[in-house]
C-alpha cells in the first residue's frame, strides 16, 4: 500500500524567505505521481505543482518548486520568496496506482504554513 | 481544467437530520471523488463515483450513512445522513483523470456543522 508522510505540522516563515516542506512517500511501483496542494482558510484546494517518477528534471512553477529525490522518496516543496498569501495548509498527495483504485488520491497530513512581516 | 460548482458552501444541521451536497462539473468527467476533511484533519476520501454504476466505498464509510448518486457525467450528489456532530467536516467532491500527470480538481467545499 502506499503511504504519504508529512513530518511538519506547522511552520513560520518570514515574508521574502523561502521555506521547505517535507514530504517522503512509500510506495513499490515504478511509476508514480506526486502533486501538492494548498488549502487556505476558506477550505478550497488549489493544485500547486506536479512531479512524475520518471521526470529527469525538478519541477518548477513559478515560486514553488519541488526538490525531487527518487532514492530517499522525498518531494520537498519549496516555496520562494514568501508572501502573506502564502499562508495556508499544504498538503502532500499520490495517486494511487492500483488497477482498482480509478485514480483515487492519497494525501498527507499536511503542513500548515504561516508568513509573518 | 474543469470549473467544479458545490452546493451549499456551509450549513449548519440539527443532529438526526440529513443533508445533500451537490456537485456539477462544467464538462463530462468519468471519475468523480467525495472526501471527508474533519477539523484540522487531512483529506479522508469517501468513495469513488463512477457514472452508471455503483459508488466504491473506501473502509469505514457505508452507503446508509454516505449515499451517493452519479445520474450523469457532469452531476453527483452525496448526502449525509442521520448526523451527528461528529460529522462535523468539510466535504469536497474532486474530479480527475484515472492516471497521468493530470491533478485532480475540487470544489470550493462544504462546510458542514451539525448541533
Known amino acids: 500500500a502506499q503511504k504519504i508522510t508529512q513530518t511538519q505540522p506547522g511552520m513560520f516563515v518570514q515574508e521574502k524567505e523561502a521555506v521547505t516542506l517535507d514530504c517522503t512517500y512509500d510506495t513499490s511501483d515504478q511509476s508514480y505521481g506526486l502533486f501538492w496542494y494548498k488549502q487556505p482558510s476558506s477550505g478550497e484546494m488549489i493544485f500547486l505543482i506536479y512531479?512524475?517518477?520518471?521526470?529527469?528534471q525538478n519541477a518548477t512553477e513559478g515560486r514553488y518548486s519541488l526538490n525531487f529525490q527518487k532514492a530517499r522518496k522525498s518531494a520537498n516543496l519549496v516555496i520562494s520568496a514568501s508572501q502573506l498569501g502564502d499562508s495556508a495548509m499544504y498538503f502532500c498527495?499520490?495517486?494511487?496506482?492500483?488497477?482498482?483504485?480509478?485514480?483515487?488520491?492519497?494525501f498527507g497530513a499536511g503542513t500548515q504554513v504561516v508568513v509573518t512581516p | 481544467s474543469a470549473v467544479i460548482s458545490q452546493k451549499p458552501s456551509r450549513d449548519i444541521c440539527q443532529r438526526g437530520t440529513s443533508l445533500t451536497i451537490q456537485c456539477q462539473v462544467d464538462s463530462q468527467v468519468t471519475m468523480m471523488f467525495w472526501y471527508r476533511q474533519q477539523p484540522g484533519q487531512s483529506l479522508t476520501l469517501i468513495a469513488t463515483?463512477?457514472?452508471?454504476?455503483?459508488?466504491?466505498?473506501e473502509s469505514g464509510f457505508v452507503i446508509d450513512k454516505f449515499p451517493i448518486s452519479r445520474p450523469n457525467l457532469t452531476f453527483s450528489t452525496l448526502t449525509v445522513s442521520n448526523m451527528s456532530p461528529e460529522d462535523s467536516s468539510i466535504y469536497l467532491c474532486?474530479?480527475?483523470?484515472?492516471?497521468?500527470?493530470?491533478?485532480?480538481?475540487f470544489g470550493d467545499g462544504t462546510r458542514l456543522s451539525i448541533l
Open positions: 463515483a463512477n457514472q452508471g454504476s455503483e459508488a466504491t466505498y
Open positions: 474532486s474530479v480527475g483523470p484515472g492516471q497521468g500527470n493530470q491533478p485532480q480538481h
Open positions: 512531479q512524475g517518477s520518471y521526470d529527469e
Open positions: 498527495a499520490m495517486r494511487d496506482t492500483a488497477t482498482d483504485s480509478w485514480g483515487k488520491f492519497q
